[in-house]
């Protein structure tokens, strides 16, 4: 059968929208919905749920063709980044040691992950987690079909409030939805947050501070698994960030068809399969073209280089804003910090521990 390329798609239906104000305002975004979005959402397809099902109706064989509300604009963001092979060996390793031990993503996954859990029990897990934070309040959580990624955390200065977009439908369990509480919330917000109260807030140009990017995924990254690290029986795998690197690169050399095919090793689930392989396919309008999105190779990357750094870096200090490995190390900018008024994650509470867990997620995935 011949690859095909998708250019019809349903009219999607609009999804109910649920309101609760607990601690929080709660919503569920439809399709044609929009929300504030950061500089990534520009090249967030508007069509993903019609291609999706147009995707295996046609065997898994149609390259999705993507619209957005910003077409003028993504080239822009996606210039950005371009791919790279640099860790490439030690994603595969990564990888293939956690495909070694779990036999399959999925396994992984379950493995002392619990039971999924529904909206009602995500919100309530959300908002447990803010309020031991002290942050009660200030917390958004959406509910979206459109979202790409499973979670992701956004601050809008305005407001001045954060807002949690968990996609559906949801992949998170009982005992893991914590680690994206700790990327989401106990890391990116919490060091947004406490950038507000620094000096060079909407100032980053007058102070020559570097782009952030790869410094903050790679710390959220690492936050991702540091509870299971600080329990020497589970096995703290940069899992999906190794997947995001690898994938990235692979899109470089691949079309959407192709690269979906090639991921079946490591993604059992071809849900979560189309998921990845759009995240890295974003921006392109044809897929069947090779290229995309390359910025999710920053995860692993950041990781690492923080990793290599960990024993020179008080992690306190690191909280105080939106620093890159490079200005973090500059004089000038330390000794301007402020920690007035400031957040800090409940695991950097026992700082002896946490080192000792970035020690062993070094160990586990061979980055020592």
């Known amino acids: 059968m011949p690859r095909l390329d998708s250019r019809a798609a349903k009219k999607p239906t609009k999804p109910s929208t649920t309101t609760r104000r607990s601690q929080s305002s709660v919503r569920n975004i439809g399709p044609k919905r929009k929300s504030f979005l950061p500089s990534l959402g520009k090249v967030n397809p508007l069509n993903v749920s019609q291609q999706q099902e147009l995707f295996f109706q046609n065997s ?102 954060g807002q949690v977009t968990i996609s559906l439908p949801i992949i998170y369990r009982k005992n893991r939805i914590g680690g994206a509480m700790d990327h989401e919330i106990g890391t990116h917000l919490i060091r947004t947050l406490n950038e507000t109260k620094q000096v060079w807030y909407k100032k980053r140009d007058k102070f020559n501070l570097k782009p952030f990017l790869e410094t903050e ?33 692979q899109s470089s050399q691949m079309n959407f068809v192709d690269l979906f095919s090639h991921m079946e090793r490591y993604i059992d689930d071809p849900g979560q399969r189309f998921k990845e392989v759009l995240r890295v396919k974003r921006g392109l309008e044809d897929t069947s073209q090779i290229g995309g999105c390359y910025k999710d190779q920053v995860y692993l990357s950041g990781a690492i280089k923080i990793l290599q750094k ?54 586990i995935n061979g980055l020592d």
């Open 217 to 249: 995924e790679g710390l959220a990254t690492l936050h991702t698994v540091i509870r299971l690290a600080m329990n020497r029986n589970k096995k703290p795998y940069l899992w999906r960030s190794a997947l995001h690197y690898y994938t990235s690169y």
């Open 60 to 161: 898994c064989l149609t390259n999705p063709i993507l619209s957005y509300s910003y077409p003028n604009q993504k080239s822009e963001y996606l210039s950005k980044f371009q791919p790279s092979s640099t860790y490439l060996q030690q994603a595969i390793h990564i990888l293939e040691s956690c495909l070694a031990e779990f036999g399959s993503e999925s396994n992984y996954f379950r493995s002392d992950g619990g039971e999924l859990l529904d909206q009602g029990q995500t919100i309530n897990a959300i908002q447990t987690y803010v309020s031991e934070l002290g942050l009660t309040g200030i917390v958004d959580i959406v509910f979206s079909e459109q979202a790409i990624a499973p979670a992701a955390c956004s601050y809008n200065s305005k407001t001045k409030k």
């Open 310 to 363: 960990r024993q020179e870096i008080n992690f306190d200090d690191f909280y105080m804003g939106k620093l890159s490995l490079d200005d973090y190390f500059r004089d000038d900018i330390r000794d301007k910090i402020t920690k007035e008024k400031t957040v800090l994650p409940t695991f950097l509470k026992d700082k002896e521990e946490y080192m000792r867990a970035l020690d062993y997620i070094a160990q």
